[in-house]
C-alpha cells in the first residue's frame, strides 16, 4: 500500500530565505508526483505536476524534482515570501481509481517578514 | 485548468440527519472525485464519481453512507447520511480532464460539522 511522509511537519523562515520541502513515498510504480498549497478555510491550489518520466518542474519561484527509484521529491522554494505561508501538500498518482492521489499529511510553512 | 465550486461552503448539522455537497465544474471533465480531510489529517478518497453509473467507491467507504450521482460530465452530488460527529470534516470534490496523467483540481471544500 502507497505510503506518502512529509518532513518537515512545519517550517518557520525569515523572508527572503531559500527553502526545501520534502516528500517520500513507498511504492515507485507512480503516474505523477503533484504539490498542492492549501490554505486555511480553502481548497487545494495545484502548483506543480510531474510525470512519472520527468525529473523535474520549474514554475516562478517554485521547483520540484522527482527521484523515482529512490521514491523521493523535493520542492524548492527561492526567496520566501510571506504570502507563500500555507501547508504544502505532495500527492502521488498511483494509477489507482483512474486517477486517484495518495497525500502526505502536509508541511505548514510560514514566512516571517 | 478547471475551476470548481462547491455548496455549501459549510454547515453545522444534527446526528441522524443528511446533508448534500454539490459540485460544479466550468467545463466538462473525464473525472471527478470526492475527498475528505479529518481534522488534522490530510486527504483521503472516498470515491470516483462516474457519469451515468454507479460510483466506485474505496475501502472503508459504502454507497448507503455516502451516495455520490453524476448525472452529467460537469456536475455531482456527494450526500453524508445519518450523520455522527465522526463525520465532521472538510469534504473536497475534484476533477481531472485525462485521469491518471492529469492535473488535478479542487474545490473549496465543504466544512461539515456535526454536533
Known amino acids: 500500500k502507497q505510503e506518502v511522509t512529509q518532513i518537515p511537519a512545519a517550517l518557520s523562515v525569515p523572508e527572503g530565505e531559500n527553502l526545501v520541502l520534502n516528500c517520500s513515498f513507498t511504492?515507485?510504480?507512480?503516474?505523477?508526483l503533484q504539490w498542492f498549497r492549501q490554505d486555511p478555510g480553502k481548497g487545494l491550489t495545484s502548483l506543480l505536476l510531474?510525470?512519472?518520466?520527468?525529473r523535474e518542474q520549474t514554475s516562478g519561484r517554485l521547483n520540484a524534482s522527482l527521484d523515482k527509484s529512490s521514491g523521493r521529491s523535493t520542492l524548492y522554494i527561492a526567496a520566501s515570501q510571506p504570502g507563500d505561508s500555507a501547508t504544502y501538500l505532495c500527492?502521488?498518482?498511483?494509477?489507482?481509481?483512474?486517477?486517484?492521489?495518495?497525500f502526505g499529511k502536509g508541511t505548514k510553512l510560514s514566512v516571517k517578514p | 485548468s478547471a475551476v470548481i465550486s462547491q455548496k455549501p461552503s459549510r454547515d453545522i448539522c444534527q446526528r441522524g440527519t443528511s446533508l448534500t455537497i454539490q459540485c460544479q465544474v466550468d467545463?466538462?471533465?473525464?473525472?471527478m472525485f470526492w475527498y475528505r480531510q479529518q481534522p488534522g489529517q490530510s486527504l483521503t478518497l472516498i470515491a470516483t464519481?462516474?457519469?451515468?453509473?454507479?460510483?466506485?467507491?474505496e475501502s472503508g467507504f459504502v454507497i448507503d453512507k455516502f451516495p455520490i450521482s453524476r448525472p452529467n460530465l460537469t456536475f455531482s452530488t456527494l450526500t453524508v447520511s445519518n450523520m455522527s460527529p465522526e463525520d465532521s470534516s472538510i469534504y473536497l470534490c475534484?476533477?481531472?480532464?485525462?485521469?491518471?496523467?492529469?492535473?488535478?483540481?479542487f474545490g473549496p471544500g465543504t466544512r461539515l460539522t456535526v454536533l
Open positions: 475534484s476533477a481531472t480532464g485525462q485521469g491518471a496523467t492529469d492535473t488535478q483540481y
Open positions: 511504492d515507485s510504480a507512480i503516474y505523477n
Open positions: 510531474i510525470q512519472s518520466s520527468q
Open positions: 500527492a502521488v498518482g498511483d494509477g489507482g481509481s483512474q486517477g486517484n492521489l495518495i
Open positions: 467545463s466538462q471533465v473525464t473525472m
Open positions: 464519481a462516474n457519469q451515468g453509473s454507479e460510483a466506485t467507491y
